[in-house]
């Protein structure tokens, strides 16, 4: 155990971590190693009790999938089943995820935060916030972000940086549900390469692709998001995926535009309306929405 976890610990018992993590938000410094506080702070109760959840596993034995489970499990306050934006959104990644090689069975929370993001976490277990969904304008833009972020699962990216940052921490066995904790903290505070990120970009703008979206829903994404005050969105949320620079979203945004325009497709659907509406075109297909020809 490191001095990081048993500091961290010691303020659970203490019972000032919320205080301090609040803070640490505002300072716009890093996370606690675990996301328990995160969630904590959004207000809604994280499962504790399930056997699965408290089931003590060395750290070298848990699967991905497994471990994907438990996240969905613990944190499944934050899956409102009667909420538009959540049927909505389940649909989508069930059906962009159909052909997943990983054979995940695909879910997505939504948080509560204005500025817009995403994330994803082992097991095919994929965040977005409140404000990813007023951000975009069309599904074809939506889809490009959680293909970005369906990539980063597929490819691996997920569970190899989880993987690495257990071992640094030399843990030995735990519950299953702390484990979970540990996942995602880890994935809300991102460290992938650049190559890896330019390769979940490269996996969403193939799925715009390959499923006849808008291949310049991409560009349009990376748009608004350069276009959005990076130190605001800072200190209001601690994803922090998509923030990366301002010139970095410039700089994917023209490169999505010329990728875009040398794909050259005959036609293409766009999904304002489906956007407005929450029906997923995999429901509902408007005539109108598809463009070219
Ligand atoms: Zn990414």
Known sequence: MNVRLISFLSLII???LLSVALALFEAGQNLPPTAAPLFELMGK???TAD???TRILPIDDVDEAQLGNAIALRYEAYRDKNDPDQIY????VRNLSRDSEKGFDYRVFILPYSSPNAAAAPGGVLFVTGGLLKMVESESELVSVLGHEIGHVEL???MDLVRFQLLAEKMEARPLGEIADLAVGIMLLPSFSKTQEADADRYGFQMLIKESYNPFGMANAFEKLAALDPDAMESANPLTEYFRSHPY???RAERYRSEATQADLERYYVGERN???RISRFDTEYPDEWLGE
């Not at 959104?89 to 989508?92: A, D, G, K, Q």
């Open 249 to 251: 979203s410039i700089l």
């Open 14 to 16: 203490c019972g000032t």
């Open 156 to 158: 691996g990216h997920c």
């Open 89 to 92: 959104l389940e649909n989508l």
């Open 51 to 53: 056997a699965t959840l």
């Open 275 to 277: 956007l407005k509406e």
């Open 45 to 47: 109760p994280l499962k």
